[in-house]
């Protein structure tokens, strides 16, 4: 963890790369044993100047949101396409320390395995918290697809060098799919029945809508 933030405080693009490389060997999609009743949606939006990270934790068993957690950091890392987790992760972090209410999975608003080296920051954000999580993006970072059909929940594998890596998924119809890939400890064959559980009358799912709501509202300007 202070590696990650380290990296993060130095702007060292090389050590970020390396450290992708070496969180790779972490990586398994053993499934979840136990029922999935808590996801925890993450966020971040942006000022000028600071990150603003959201956690929501949404309950499937009762449909609503059961806490909020948010807290915003200094931007210091750049952006740069693939290294998206060393700009986020410092304000997410800080966020995950207020929670009290520990989720079973926890969902980004980003990509998971679904990326150049395999480390996206669901990936990376599972390993580093070590706990089970999934990426959902809404556009895609690599890899190849066929569209999906038009009707809700019809999808279509992603694959990079032959290896499927996520899947793309059509949440509404006549809506853009979004680009879902497991991260840590949590199988893709699972992502399907988890969608469906927490997609509701939006394009993403329900717990990233609530944490992308809630992160642009903790802005100063909002």
């Given at each position: 963890?202070?590696?990650?933030l380290q990296?993060?405080r130095?702007r060292?693009?090389?050590g970020?790369r390396?450290l992708q ?6 990586l ?8 999935i ?11 000028a100047?600071?990150a603003?990270?959201a ?9 609503r ?6 807290a915003?950091?200094?931007?210091i ?7 998206l987790?060393?700009r986020?992760?410092?304000a ?7 929670m009290n ?7 980004f ?9 395999g ?9 580093l ?13 690599c ?6 059909g038009?009707?809700?929940?019809d ?10 890596i ?6 509404r ?7 879902l ?11 399907p029945a988890l969608?469906?559980q927490?997609?509701?009358a939006?394009?993403?799912?329900l717990?990233?809508?609530y ?12």
């Amino acid at each position: 963890m202070e590696r990650t933030l380290q990296i993060c405080r130095d702007r060292d693009l090389d050590g970020a790369r390396a450290l992708q490389t070496e969180l790779q060997t972490y990586l398994n999609d053993k499934p979840i044993e136990k029922p999935i009743r808590m996801v925890a949606g993450i966020d971040t939006a942006y000022s000028a100047t600071r990150a603003y990270s959201a956690i929501v934790v949404f309950d499937i068993d009762k449909g609503r949101i059961a806490a909020e957690y948010g807290a915003s950091e200094e931007i210091i890392f750049p952006y740069i396409p693939g290294f998206l987790s060393f700009r986020e992760f410092p304000a997410i972090y800080r966020a995950y320390l207020k929670m009290n209410e520990i989720p079973d999975i926890l969902l980004f608003d980003g990509h998971g395995i679904a990326h150049p080296r395999g480390m996206g920051i669901a990936a990376q954000g599972g390993i580093l918290l070590d706990m089970p999580s999934v990426g959902c993006g809404k556009s895609k970072l690599c890899g190849v697809y066929s569209i999906p059909g038009g009707k809700r929940f019809d999808y279509s594998e992603l694959t990079m060098n032959d290896k499927v890596i996520g899947l793309v998924m059509r949440t509404r119809e006549k809506a853009k799919p979004v680009f879902l890939s497991p991260g840590y400890r949590f199988a893709i064959d699972s992502i399907p029945a988890l969608t469906g559980q927490i997609t509701g009358a939006y394009r993403l799912p329900l717990p990233v809508h609530y944490a992308d709501r809630l992160s642009k509202k903790l802005k100063p300007d909002a």
